[in-house]
């Protein structure tokens, strides 16, 4: 995070970007993605986003 940028809007919306795009690009989109308890995976999803 660039905390030189003034506009500390645009320096958090920048972040969330990046940060999806890193997610993107590694295939974590499956386990960081939305998801509910009715999910048959969703206790391990939830195990493993602890450990992340």
């Known amino acids: 995070m660039d905390l030189a940028d003034p506009d500390t809007e645009a320096r958090v919306l920048k972040y969330f970007i990046a940060f ?3 997610v993107e690009e590694h ?3 499956s386990l960081l ?3 509910g308890e009715h999910m048959a995976d969703y206790r ?3 195990k493993n986003r ?3």
Do not use: A, E, V
Request: hydrophobic share 25%; aromatic share 0%; net charge positive.
């Open 44 to 46: 391990d999803r939830m």
């Open 20 to 22: 999806d795009r890193l």
């Open 50 to 52: 602890c450990k992340i």
């Open 33 to 35: 993605g939305p998801g």
């Open 27 to 29: 295939g974590l989109t």
